[in-house]
């Protein structure tokens, strides 16, 4: 049973001059649903959405958000989390902050933004898409072995199934899925940061069962649009993920995110670490 909506976990709340404050609960774990909740913690989607919201929000910030990174430094718990954010630069046409999290003296994570207005200039869109129609796929729940809870949130739609465990070895290791956030809310920019982080790690498509287990460690988002109401009034993005490179105990991925009527709205590029594995002998 749902505790928190999607709207109250992305509140947060000024506690003194400089800080702002929300609630993390079980509810956005990341642990496998057929786990339970506090073997996971609060999924990177909403650390990014609730970073970005801080800036924004602690600093007055009003331009569109043109980028974000953020680094997990650690799995924050589930309780209150504090946000500081700074202004490191601001200006009419391009702001520059930054904004820490966590709990107490454990830091979470620690993010950069970058916001400005747009511009006349120069427009090339190569990144155009023709998504297939959203109503033309079915939806797909997770399977609760390996879906996370917070996938409760988000309303999954495969153009070519799930693809999971070895369905695209052999070949390019992507993945097409529409999805929106359960609520229908329309895309604004904190759904749009949550649902960048909202499929598993697509190098899961060509390696067979079962799932390297990853933690996130770094995430860039560059959005490429301005979002108003009007962008997605049903809340629906079509994304695209491909694996760039798994080896070491990393991996690097990227995405692509675009409106319904084909527009690009962003990308984002994420570095996970893989956790060790226990060779046939369990040394």
Not at 114 to 131: E, H, I, K, M, S
Not at 245 to 270: N, S
Request: glycine share 12%; charged share 20%; with cysteine.
């Amino acid at each position: 049973m749902i505790q928190q909506t999607l709207s109250e976990a992305l509140s947060l709340t000024h506690d003194g001059a400089a800080a702002l404050t929300a609630s993390l609960t079980g509810d956005f774990s990341n642990a496998p649903l057929s786990a339970p909740q506090e073997k996971g913690a609060p999924f990177g989607g909403l650390m990014a959405a609730l970073a970005g919201g801080a800036m924004r929000q602690g600093l007055g910030i009003e331009t569109p958000l043109q980028s974000l990174t953020i680094q997990y430094l650690a799995a924050a718990r589930f309780d209150e989390v504090t946000f500081r954010p700074t202004l490191t630069r601001g200006g009419r046409n391009v702001a520059y902050a930054s904004v820490t999290g966590g709990q107490g003296d454990r830091m979470a994570i620690q993010a950069l933004g970058t916001y400005g207005r747009d511009g006349q200039g120069p427009v090339l869109t190569p990144l155009t898409a023709a998504p297939p129609p959203v109503d033309s796929l079915g939806d797909s729940p997770l399977d609760p072995r390996f879906g996370p809870w917070f996938t409760r949130y988000i309303e999954h739609r495969f153009s070519d199934g799930p693809r999971l465990f070895g369905q695209n070895a052999g070949g390019s290791p992507e993945l097409g899925c529409w999805m929106r956030t359960t609520d229908h809310a329309p895309l604004d920019e904190a759904r749009l940061l949550f649902l960048l982080d909202g499929l598993y790690p697509t190098y899961w498509t060509a390696l067979p069962a079962p799932p390297a287990i990853a933690a996130s460690i770094d995430l860039r988002a560059d959005l490429l649009s301005d979002l108003t109401p009007e962008t997605s009034p049903d809340g629906w993005a079509w994304f695209r993920f491909t694996s760039r490179d798994v080896g070491g105990g990393w991996a690097v991925e990227d995405g692509v995110a675009w409106a319904p009527d084909g527009k690009p709205l962003a990308l984002v590029r994420q570095r996970r670490k893989l956790m060790p594995t226990r060779g046939p002998s369990g040394a």
